[in-house]
């Protein structure tokens, strides 16, 4: 009985909500609303940015004008549109801007905001949607591990892997190659541990480690062509802080960087990066002739752990003859900077590199100092990337396939949970105001959430997993061998 009196006085709010308020009283101010979308730069094909009003009002009416002239309203507890009228108001106003007027009502009065605009961008997405790791923090034990995909042009987030159909082990790196997943791998950590390469409609399911070696192979970068995988092989540790603000530091205890030839099944090696160095997070070039990675000396943990600054350098690699250079280049020295070099990230059109700055290590989501930089490799030119960077930890990005749009997880929202932002590159070289990704009703998602956001990355289109097939696979430990290549 009380269920149904709530849902007849939620149905009477709605009601008297619904149609266009009359004799507003104008506030000379912007709303306050959760999330900030104000002035922010989106994608046609982005889901509708639904948002709550931060105020004492019982209920809310929105409405959102194309310079089009087109127009749409919500009204409710919050601004919830509807996907496909907001979908046609996007289309309709490409390269130009929506203006929001946000009205809230208290007892019998209604009160009007002043307007705000969403940008929509010339420049498609063109990406399906995002895949990405959700994990709740912890230290020596996992609860609910998940690789998921979510539908960016609406709210559908599906399951890829879970780590309740693993018998609880860890699952890291969904990746593709260049955002197709028609070709990506994952990695399994523990004792059913494997490396899985999607490749040519099949699923190859490596052992962790190749033949002869001591680490697993980690993180990693696809060649275009599609017939190689950088990796580094890491084995990785866990450092814990005494009097310290941070609680934990995952660290590389060795690590090396690797091709695999995923088609002959045979591991890629150089002296130059097998030695007594921390090599790390490889990509590939976008014309796959330069591998990207991280390098720094194998200071002591945790006695001289902060000495452990990673330099962004670079090795040449030969795609006719699977061969690596024959020296290692330096493009920016971690001890000039005093800083630490991670994650490095060139676009796909050649044009950039993004990278993470922070004070020591390699493991930036867990440094609330991590800040984003970008590099021109047209003139070598180096800028911290002050428009998009927060008070707290920036990490984890990841280019659309065309170069225009980034994807990052941050950590600005209180300091604990990353989640998902995302910006538009713009012909002057900034980038346009961070975007948190929708949801359907975003303080329930955002508020009552345990789960951080890792590991993103964009899917041109939906990833068709056979979930029974992979878990049983998996678990059965029938494995591929990868064999040095002699």
Not at 105 to 117: G, I, L, N, V
Not at 158 to 183: A, F, K, M, V, W
Not at 380 to 407: C, G, Q, V
Not at 424 to 439: E, I, T, V, Y
Request: charged share 25%; hydrophobic share 35%.
């Amino acid at each position: 009985m009380r269920k149904f009196f709530l849902h007849i006085i939620v149905a009477l709010i709605c009601a008297a909500c619904s149609q266009m308020p009359e004799n507003a009283v104008h506030v000379d101010d912007l709303p306050d609303i959760f999330p900030d979308y104000k002035d922010v730069t989106i994608p046609k094909e982005i889901a509708p940015l639904n948002f709550y009003v931060n105020d004492s009002s019982d209920c809310v009416y929105v409405e959102a004008v194309g310079e089009s002239g087109d127009k749409i309203s919500a009204s409710g507890s919050y601004a919830d549109f509807d996907v496909d009228d907001w979908h046609q108001l996007t289309s309709k106003n490409i390269g130009k801007s929506i203006t929001v007027k946000v009205f809230t009502k208290t007892a019998d009065r209604w009160k009007e905001y002043s307007p705000f605009k969403i940008n929509v961008s010339n420049y498609n997405l063109d990406e399906y949607g995002v895949t990405y790791r959700k994990i709740a923090p912890g230290y020596q034990t996992f609860s609910l591990i998940g690789v998921y995909q979510r539908n960016l042009s609406n709210f559908d987030e599906i399951p890829l892997l879970e780590s309740r159909g693993l018998g609880g082990q860890c699952l890291n790196c969904h990746t593709p190659n260049r955002t197709n997943p028609d070709q990506y791998y994952v990695h399994i950590r523990g004792k059913h541990g494997a490396t899985v390469i999607h490749t040519g409609g099949k699923d190859l399911i490596f052992n962790a480690k190749a033949e002869g070696q001591n680490a697993s192979l980690t993180y990693g970068s696809w060649h275009f062509g599609g017939k190689y995988c950088a990796f580094s092989q890491t084995k990785v540790l866990q450092c814990f802080y005494t009097g310290n603000h941070q609680l934990i530091e995952p660290y590389d205890d060795v690590s090396d960087i690797v091709v695999l030839d995923v088609e002959d099944n045979q591991l890629i090696t150089s002296p130059l990066l097998q030695n007594d160095s921390i090599a790390t997070t490889p990509f590939f070039s976008a014309d796959g002739t330069k591998i990207y990675f991280c390098l720094t000396y194998n200071y002591p943990v945790p006695a001289e752990y902060d000495k452990r600054k990673y330099s962004l350098c670079s090795i040449d690699f030969d795609a006719e003859t699977g061969r690596l250079g024959d020296k290692v280049d330096t493009i920016i020295n971690a001890q000039k900077w005093n800083k630490s070099i991670c994650l490095p990230r060139p676009s796909y059109d050649g044009n950039y590199i993004v990278f993470c700055v922070c004070d020591y290590g390699t493991n930036p989501v867990n440094r609330s100092e991590s800040e984003l930089y970008i590099m021109d490799l047209r003139n070598d030119s180096i800028r911290k990337i002050d428009e998009i960077n927060s008070t707290d930890s920036d990490a984890f990005h990841n280019w659309s396939a065309n170069s225009r749009w980034m994807l990052f997880a941050s950590k600005r929202m209180d300091g604990l949970y990353a989640c998902l932002y995302f910006t538009m590159l713009g012909d002057d070289g900034r980038f346009s105001k961070p975007l948190l990704l929708p949801q359907k009703n975003p303080k329930k998602s955002y508020d009552e959430s345990l789960y951080s956001y890792n590991a993103p990355d964009f899917t041109s289109k939906n990833i068709d997993i056979d979930y029974r097939k992979i878990y049983n696979d998996l678990m059965s430990d029938k494995r591929l061998t990868i064999k040095l290549k002699k």
